[in-house]
């Protein structure tokens, strides 16, 4: 299953593909491998879109960034970088596109701003920055990277309640919510994390008494379809 960053990348460039301004531009997707020889055919090689050269657009993998904190979403501002490269020298001849990096930004921007490109998220927009073209000294090509950005909520998976470990009289009850009865309870009496391929842990079958007055129980619930649960802890 494609997670959200990957399906924002992956439509944002069928959308550029699919507008035919783009015809004789190559778009690189930022997933495949080879992305730096990608680039260096299209700019440099008959190998571009239409029999052009001298000009393509990365669209390449995004970045979650935390917005805020906040609860029960994780909100994110989800950044996906598409940047422009023209190299002057072909694309301004007789087998290049003609359209310069400048141009090409400013498609891309009509193109995707305010775009909706995936059905459960909101609309990507153009982040503030200065989007000048840039020039790398060594292979003298001109680059623009254009930020979007797209408010993303991520919700936590469900988890199986934290379990309610009471003490009474050094001897210790682990219990969980009557409608998670089929859950496991595994419990330690170290600081590591109770879990069934723990060797230190221990599946909670019956009220017990640690073998050190003092101990602190720890305990976490699981259940099949559900996210282990939150750690209790009790010291007895």
């Not at 992305?35 to 260096?40: A, M, P, V, W």
């Not at 079958?205 to 003092?214: N, V």
């Amino acid at each position: 299953m494609k997670s959200l960053g990957d399906i924002l990348r992956d439509n944002a460039l069928a959308r550029l593909n699919h507008t035919a301004w783009f015809g004789d531009i190559v778009l690189v997707n930022g997933n495949t491998g080879a992305i730096d020889n990608s680039i260096e055919n299209a700019l440099t090689t008959l190998k571009g879109a239409g029999g052009k050269k001298g000009a393509c657009v990365l669209v390449d993998s995004p970045a979650y960034r935390a917005a805020s904190k906040s609860s029960p979403h994780a909100l994110c501002d989800l950044a996906l970088p598409v940047t422009v490269y023209e190299d002057a020298l072909f694309n301004r001849g007789a087998g290049g596109t003609g359209k310069t990096v400048s141009r090409i930004a400013e498609e891309v921007i009509a193109v995707l701003h305010n775009a909706v490109v995936t059905p459960t998220a909101g609309a990507l927009t153009l982040g503030n920055g200065d989007y000048r073209p840039q020039l790398d000294e060594d292979s003298g090509t001109l680059i623009i990277t254009l930020d979007f950005h797209l408010a993303a909520g991520v919700l936590a998976q469900p988890r199986v309640p934290m379990p309610l470990i009471t003490v009474s009289d050094d001897t210790v009850t682990i219990s969980l919510a009557a409608k998670f009865a089929g859950a496991e309870i595994w419990y330690v009496t170290d600081d590591s994390w109770p879990a069934p391929d723990n060797p230190a842990a221990t599946l909670y079958t019956q009220p017990f008494q640690p073998a050190e007055a003092g101990a602190l129980v720890s305990a976490v619930a699981f259940l099949e379809g559900y996210q282990p649960g939150n750690v209790a802890v009790a010291r007895t």
